[in-house]
Nanobody, 124 residues
Framework: QVQLVESGGGLVQAGGSLRLSCQAS????????MGWFRQAPGKEREFVAAIRRSGGGTSYVDSVKGRFTISRDNAKNTVYLQMNSLKPEDTAVYCCAAKSTVGGESAPGIYGYWGQGTQVTVSS
C-alpha cells in the first residue's frame, strides 16, 4: 500500500514558478514509477510528467516540455514537480500517482495509487 500527499499548490501570476511535492508512505517508494496528472474544470484528467523507478528516466506532455521538471528523492520518499514559466492554461488540480508496472506511464488507468491533489491557479 502506498499513500500519497501532495503539497505546494497555490496562486501565482503568469510567468511565475511553483514547486509541487508528493510525499509517499511505505518502504518501497523506489520501486514505483511516479506520475503527475492534472485536471482542469470541465476537462479530462491529463498526463503531465512521469519519472521511472530507481533509474529516473522521465517523460512529459508536449505542452510542459522545457517548463516543468519532475524529479524524485528516494531517500525522502518524495517526488517533485518544478513548474516554471507558468501559464493560465496550467490552472488545474494536480495529483501525483504511483504504479509498480512497467510501461504506459501516461495512462492514468494503470496507476494504482493516487493523492488527493493540490490546486494550482495561474492568473493572467
Amino acid at each position: 500500500q502506498v499513500q500519497l500527499v501532495e503539497s505546494g499548490g497555490g496562486l501565482v501570476q503568469a510567468g511565475g514558478s511553483l514547486r509541487l511535492s508528493c510525499q509517499a508512505s511505505g518502504r518501497t517508494f523506489s520501486s514505483y514509477t511516479m506520475g503527475w496528472f492534472r485536471q482542469a474544470p470541465g476537462k479530462e484528467r491529463e498526463f503531465v510528467a512521469a519519472i521511472r523507478r530507481s533509474g529516473g528516466g522521465t517523460s512529459y506532455v508536449d505542452s510542459v516540455k522545457g517548463r516543468f521538471t519532475i524529479s524524485r528523492d528516494n531517500a525522502k520518499n518524495t517526488v517533485y514537480l518544478q513548474m516554471n514559466s507558468l501559464k493560465p492554461e496550467d490552472t488545474a488540480v494536480y495529483c501525483c500517482a504511483a504504479k509498480s508496472t512497467v510501461g504506459g506511464e501516461s495512462a492514468p488507468g494503470i496507476y494504482g495509487y493516487w493523492g488527493q491533489g493540490t490546486q494550482v491557479t495561474v492568473s493572467s
